[in-house]
């Protein structure tokens, strides 16, 4: 029979690597509890129309990477494609403004686009990100800045990684420079590509984007947003300009960050690391200071990023993180079937003071099962034949040591109680 496989672009994730993603996963919560930012979970899909409302009709996500059906009911619905859209849908239903004038939310979990996988790129992958909603000043936008960055600095990545910064300003200078792209391109039109062609009919600010090179060279000159920046755009920029300089982010303005979703308004950001390749985008983010009144709600500010999980730990390769669990304490070695009853409980009573103990189940040779032990780096072995039952003993062997001595199991808590304690 054919064997069965993962589907392209999915992956499983194996014991040998999840400890890392553990790991990561402790940092991530770590550091936004410090800032004071909940955790959220949301469901794995969504009606399809809250992607396309917020994310965007014309984007890539949604013109041809969602995963969509029509359900039995007739509903359409969606594998939500990224997060921030879901979360501010749950803000809105639950009135979570209500509760506080500013929310600081944190998630972690599964995205799915259909898009070509390569490496860092998959269709089943996985984001950490914040979203903070109710404050649109430049020191919020800061705090999200510093939260991406503790995270960075404690998976030993903020050598490695650039911070591009760049402001898409309101509607009112997006309107503007929209015009002033277009004026300036469609002398050149003709040699820009099919992509970029449709892009200059529907969203001409995403040819920022591009990576050919004759296009990137054409656009050198091109005017920069910047130029069209309100002064409430401007001050909002420099003063998150000034707050990364106060606490030592260093960053670089990439006037070409326009970022692939529609919601972005002012600020806009990514971080880049080397280790990449093509995909090098580690985190992205920025304000969505519409969203939420996109959406249904009362209008509200908002400001958050998203990071790839995959891409940190790719990145993370030659750091110095742990890469294995901690050892097991105790490996039961088992001998003979009388013994069983009594291998269990005492067992369950070790695990009970907080020991990890697996206890044979393959009812093998004493040596088997010690070279088990010794092959899952077991601090301790212990043992259980037929004398020992009869006299209510048990070996105990420090298998790093060498040492081996006889306990009374009635001992056998106190024992591990003063020997780990
Ligand atoms: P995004 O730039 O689409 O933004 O995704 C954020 C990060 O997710 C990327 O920088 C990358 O590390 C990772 N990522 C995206 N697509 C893939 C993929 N196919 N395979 C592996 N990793 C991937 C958002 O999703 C926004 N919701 C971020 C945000 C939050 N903006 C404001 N708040």
């Known amino acids: ?3 069965l496989r993962s589907v392209k672009g999915t992956h499983d994730i194996l014991p040998n690597e999840i400890y890392k993603w553990k790991q990561l996963e402790t940092i991530v919560s770590q550091a936004c509890e410090q800032f004071g930012y909940h955790e959220i979970r949301n469901p794995i899909f969504e009606e399809t129309g809250l992607f396309s409302r917020s994310v965007g009709e014309e984007t890539d996500i949604v013109t041809k990477e969602m995963y969509s059906w029509e359900d039995i009911d007739g509903k359409h619905l969606t594998l939500r494609p990224e997060l921030t859209a879901s ?7 639950h009135n979570l403004g209500n509760q506080s004038p500013i929310q600081r939310l944190y998630y972690s979990g599964p995205l799915f686009r259909r898009e070509r996988p390569q490496k860092g790129r998959q269709r089943q992958f996985h984001q950490f990100g914040v979203e903070a909603f109710g404050s649109n000043n430049p020191e919020q936008d800061t705090e999200i800045i510093a939260i991406a960055w503790r995270i960075l600095s404690q998976c030993e990545l903020e050598k490695e990684t650039i911070l591009n910064l760049n402001s898409i300003g309101s509607q009112e200078c997006r309107n503007k420079y929209r015009t002033a792209l277009k004026d300036y391109i469609q002398p050149y039109i003709k040699d820009f590509s099919q992509t970029s062609q449709h892009r200059f009919e529907t969203n001409p600010l995403r040819i920022l984007d591009t990576k050919s090179e004759k296009e990137q060279t054409i656009l050198k000159e091109a005017p920069k947003i910047s130029d069209y920046h309100t002064r409430n755009d401007s001050s909002h920029f420099d003063s998150l300009i000034g707050f990364l300089k106060d606490i030592s982010i260093p960053f ?16 806009v950001f990514e971080f880049n690391s080397g280790n990449l390749g093509a995909q090098d ?7 969505y200071n519409g969203l939420v009144e996109t959406l249904g ?8 990023f998203a990071a790839g999980i995959e891409r940190f730990l790719i990145a993370m390769e030659q750091s110095k993180l742990d890469t294995k669990e901690s050892n097991l304490d105790i490996y039961f070695v088992c001998l003979g079937e009388k013994a069983l009853s009594s291998v269990l409980e005492i ?9 990890k103990v697996i206890s044979d189940t393959l009812r093998r040779s004493m040596k088997s099962q010690l070279r088990e032990a010794n092959k899952l780096e077991a601090k301790y072995a212990l043992m259980i034949g037929e004398n020992e039952i009869n006299d209510g003993n048990v070996i105990f062997k420090d298998l790093s040591k060498g040492i081996q001595k006889t306990i009374l199991q009635s001992d056998i808590i106190n024992f591990f109680e003063e020997l780990t304690n």
């Open 1 to 3: 029979m054919k064997q």
């Open 87 to 93: 979360v501010t849908r749950a803000f809105i239903q």
């Open 252 to 267: 670089s303005i990439n006037h070409k960050l326009v970022r692939g979703l529609d919601y972005y308004t002012g600020t």
């Open 281 to 287: 985008a580690l985190l992205g983010g920025g304000r």
């Open 297 to 304: 709600g009362k209008p509200t500010p908002g400001i958050g």
């Open 347 to 355: 067992s369950q009573k070790l695990r009970g003071i907080g020991l």
